[in-house]
């Protein structure tokens, strides 16, 4: 059962272990390769619309939500995409129109397939489906999360935790980078907010060499455990030892409602090569 509140969306290891996906087929690499891509787009797609960086933190965390419950099997990821960006601007005051938001993904899928850059026209046939899809989607993402989109990302915390540790000035960025990469794995899905600040603060210190107090341990402050803060620092350096993910098709064919769309699709990439996992931050 997953756990749903105000400010709360949380699931146990077991449960990630056993995803939808896992369930249609899609072993464990390929998710996590799906899932990297698909929040890749989500960022560079809020880039080139000159969104804040809250809105595409929103949008990775409501990908992840989606991809808690449904499938990769049954809904291709680049729409997914698109509509947690297109949702995530609405929720965070940042509203871009569907047909800006169409452009830019069409023109990423262009240049990241190496097809010809070829306009949208927003009067062609092609636009109307596209467009008529992503509200399809966004209506789909609200009723899977019951309308309870409310999301608190970590980079509230770090500053505070920074100060209040009495860090150098530099280790504030250094988190901040790390907690927006940490939006790419499943972390916001596993942990409170404030655990995964405790981990990108103590993994910035790793960094620089700073040390942090420990007697007392200084994360118990902050309503943290070091089991939380290895794991956090663990998945970091999975993420860092990974290729650059390529997008895998792997929609069924045969649904009307929920089979890959011919629009947004393309070939299948080959499936990377993953490297051993990293030992844990000690």
């Not at 603060?201 to 420990?214: G, I, N, S, T, W």
Request: hydrophobic share 35%.
């Amino acid at each position: 059962m997953i756990y749903t509140a105000i400010d709360t969306f949380y699931l146990t290891d077991e449960q990630l272990k056993n995803t939808p996906s896992r369930k249609d087929g899609v072993d464990e690499e390929i998710e996590t390769v799906l899932r990297i891509y698909g929040c890749d787009l989500i960022q560079e797609s809020g880039i080139l619309l000159r969104l804040p960086q809250a809105v595409m933190a929103t949008g990775q965390v409501l990908f992840h939500r989606f991809y808690c419950k449904k499938s990769f099997a049954r809904f291709n990821v680049k729409r997914i995409a698109a509509s947690c960006v297109w949702l995530a601007s609405k929720l965070e005051e940042s509203p871009r129109k569907a047909r800006q938001v169409l452009i830019v993904f069409h023109r990423m899928e262009c240049r990241r397939e190496n097809l010809p850059i070829e306009h949208l026209d927003p009067f062609s046939k092609k636009y109307s489906e596209l467009k008529a899809d992503l509200i399809r989607t966004e209506r789909h993402l609200l009723k899977e999360m019951g309308f309870i989109c409310h999301v608190e990302h970590p980079h509230k915390f770090i500053s505070n935790y920074l100060a209040t540790l009495e860090t150098p000035p530099e280790l504030r960025q250094e988190a901040w980078n790390l907690a927006n990469d940490s939006l790419r794995t499943t972390l916001c899905v596993r942990f409170k907010s404030e655990v995964v600040a405790c981990g990108v603060v103590y993994a910035a210190a790793r960094r620089f060499q700073v040390p942090l107090p420990e007697n007392p341990p200084w994360w118990k402050a902050f309503d943290a455990e070091k089991s939380g803060i290895d794991e956090v620092c663990r998945v970091l350096a999975h993420l860092y030892s990974l290729p650059k993910a390529q997008y895998i098709s792997v929609c069924k064919d045969g649904d009307a409602i929920t089979s890959s769309n011919k629009l947004w699709d393309t070939q299948s990439q080959p499936t990377p090569k993953f490297t051993e996992w990293p030992t844990c931050c000690k």
